[in-house]
Structures are given as C-alpha cells and as structure tokens.
C-alpha cells in the first residue's frame, strides 16, 4: 500500500478495492462522503460498489483565532460534540463556544440547500452505511456524524478513510461494526501530509459527483 496518495480520486480507488470484496452490489447499501473533503473518495466507492452515493452533513467547531484545531463538531438532527477537556485546557469562553456554533450552522444550513436543493436526506433505517472522509485526525468531525447516523437505526455501519491516527481507529472500532483505513501512521501530524495534492473541494465539485453519480446508476439500473 501506498505511504502517500497522489489525490483523493487515487485514495478513492484504492478504498473502493479494499471494500470490494465485501460490498459490492449489497442491495441494502449507501455511501455516506463528509462534505466537502470526503465526497470525492466516497464518489469513486460507491461508483465501484454500485450504490447509492449521499452526504453526512458535519461541521468542524474550530478553536477561535486557531480554526484548524477543532474543539468539536455538529451535525444534521442538533447533534453537538464537544471536546470539554480541550475547552477547559484553553479556557474558551461559553460565549466564544456559542459564537462559533452559531457560525457553523448557518453554513451547515447553506450546504444543505447547495448540495441537496429540494432532495430530501435519504432515510438510513435498516440500511448498511459506509461513512468516508478523506482523513481522520482528532475524530471530533466524525462522532458528530455518527451519532447522526445512529439516530437514524442503521443495520450496520462501516467507517472507512484512507489515513487516519491509530488511536482514533481503535477508538472507532468500539462504536461502529467496521472500521478500514489503508495507512495509520503513528505520527499523523496533519492529513494534508498524505496527499500530494490536497486542494480543497469546491461546492461545484461536491454538486458534480453527487449529480454524476445519481446518473450513472440510473443509466446502469442499478
């Protein structure tokens, strides 16, 4: 296996191999990307696997005046995670907290409206869902969207990216009924690390694959 991906289109192919055997053509199945990073990766496994593709809609809770750092996150359904022991250790205000969430739903709302226009969020009850993101660091990002998905009921749940920190896939192995990550290097440091290209994915993009899958599997009856 690789140690560095070219892109998220070549991390997406190689997931999708490593999930083949397993999910291919499973009638009950449904690819779930995190906007904007994971769509691309989640594209190219659904498009192997033959299902469906949808988003997760989740919003990293950045520290104030350090917005890489997240101190936790919110999805779809009021779902809030939050990271108290970082909160305590940088003594980050209530009113901060509060100002950086109102900030993230209103964007959490705007891609909504971007990504999905008047298509409702797909129902994940009794469904086998495979949850993707370009990268795991502090894991905050993807809590906030499994106990979004888990309210739904979903007969099972499979996390898979193409590089996440060790610790946070042993972590994940306790809460879903799979987890599959190509490298786990125990220096993670940041995941633009692991790309050589890393550019950030536009709104165009993410309404692009979502468009071009819906496409291909009407075309393929799938």
């Known amino acids: 296996m690789k140690t560095i991906f070219s892109n998220r289109t070549e991390a997406g192919v190689l997931?999708?191999?490593?999930?083949?055997?397993?999910?291919?053509?499973?009638?009950?199945?449904?690819?779930l990307g995190?906007?904007?990073?994971?769509?691309?990766?989640?594209?190219q496994v659904a498009k192997v696997l033959h299902a469906p593709l949808d988003i997760c809609l989740v919003r990293k809770l950045g520290v104030p005046g350090h917005?890489?750092?997240?101190?936790?996150?919110?999805?779809?359904?009021?779902i809030m995670i939050l990271n108290e022991d970082l909160v305590r250790s940088l003594k980050i205000s209530s009113k901060a907290i509060e100002g950086v969430i109102?900030?993230?739903?209103k964007?959490?709302?705007r891609r909504e409206i971007q990504y999905r226009g008047d298509r409702a969020a797909p129902n994940l009850r009794d469904r086998?869902?495979?949850?993707?993101d370009d990268g795991i660091a502090t894991g905050s990002t993807i809590q906030a969207a499994l106990?979004?998905?888990?309210?739904?009921?979903?007969?099972?749940?499979?996390?898979?990216?193409?590089?996440?920190a060790p610790d946070i896939c042993k972590e994940l192995k306790k809460e879903v009924d799979e987890?599959?990550?190509?490298?786990?290097?125990?220096?993670?440091?940041?995941?633009?690390?692991?790309?050589?290209?890393f550019s950030p994915t536009s709104d165009e993009e993410v309404r692009y694959f979502l468009a071009k899958s819906r496409q291909e599997l009407t075309a393929t009856g799938c």
Not at 67 to 78: K, P, R, V
Not at 102 to 105: A, R, S, T, Y
Not at 152 to 162: G, T
């Open 128 to 132: 086998s869902v495979i949850l993707i």
């Open 67 to 78: 917005q890489e750092l997240a101190m936790g996150a919110i999805a779809s359904g009021g």
């Open 34 to 43: 995190l906007p904007r990073g994971g769509v691309p990766i989640a594209y």
């Open 107 to 109: 964007e959490l709302k």
């Open 102 to 105: 109102n900030k993230e739903q």
């Open 179 to 197: 987890v599959i990550c190509l490298i786990t290097p125990e220096w993670l440091y940041s995941i633009s690390l692991w790309y050589e290209d």
């Open 15 to 31: 997931l999708a191999k490593k999930l083949q055997p397993i999910y291919l053509d499973r009638a009950d199945l449904i690819v």
């Open 147 to 164: 106990s979004s998905i888990k309210k739904q009921r979903p007969e099972l749940i499979v996390v898979a990216v193409p590089v996440a």
